[in-house]
């Protein structure tokens, strides 16, 4: 399902290798995952790149957690500035020594995004999250940088038109829906324009 250069898969080995080796002390993803984490985890965030603009320069990746898919992006886009954005403290370590580990130069906040976004990370081309909160919160979030002209890209389970719908509610934006190559009832969001609240 990954088509990338030798380069890049041996960034992304050792992202897989960290996340085992931390895995054993902290809980970063769920652990039944485990196993699976190249279908699960890697590849289910490597799909967001073919909705990116070509080639972004800045890509912001709000609640990381484990780096997906912040790290997997990082992995790929060696040119492009990567911010992860995560309040928690252990997990913003994990983020910095596998970053270091993995030889890319991710910029990691240990903040919560309210106190990052619009503030020290004032534009950017791509906002993502994962699995981090519902997408009106998502919105509420990351909306100084779609106000601003970034795309925004959210992978949604099997309740995505009830987010979709509850957001509407609050906000005015554009959006499309995407099939997940991983997760057949799973849909990505792609926010391309965005008007702020109702």
């Known amino acids: 399902m990954i088509n990338v250069s030798r380069e ?3 960034r992304l080995d050792q992202l897989v290798f960290m ?3 931390w895995q054993a ?3 970063l993803v769920a652990p039944a995952s485990l196993p699976f984490v190249w279908t699960r985890h890697v590849a289910d965030s490597f799909q967001l790149l073919a909705l990116a603009p070509t080639k972004p320069d800045v890509w912001v990746d709000l609640g990381s957690g484990a780096g997906f898919p912040g790290l997997v992006v990082a992995a ?3 040119g492009t500035s990567v911010h992860l954005v995560e309040s928690n403290v252990k997990k913003a370590a994990f983020l910095r020594e596998a970053s270091r580990a993995m030889g890319v130069g991710a910029v990691i906040h240990a903040a919560r995004a309210d106190a990052v976004v619009g503030k020290a990370i004032e534009t950017a081309d791509i906002v993502s999250a994962r699995a981090l909160s519902s997408l009106s919160e998502l919105l509420g979030h990351a909306s100084p ?3 601003t002209g970034a795309v925004g890209l959210f992978p949604k389970g099997r309740e995505v038109e009830a987010e979709l719908t509850a957001a509407r509610e609050c906000w ?3 959006a499309s829906l995407h099939p997940s190559l991983t997760d057949a009832e799973a849909r990505i969001v792609r926010i391309d324009g965005f008007d702020g609240p109702r």
């Open 8 to 10: 890049t898969l041996a």
């Open 19 to 21: 996340l085992d080796r």
């Open 25 to 27: 002390t902290m809980n």
């Open 76 to 78: 790929a886009l060696p």
């Open 145 to 147: 940088l779609l106000k």
């Open 172 to 174: 005015r934006f554009n």
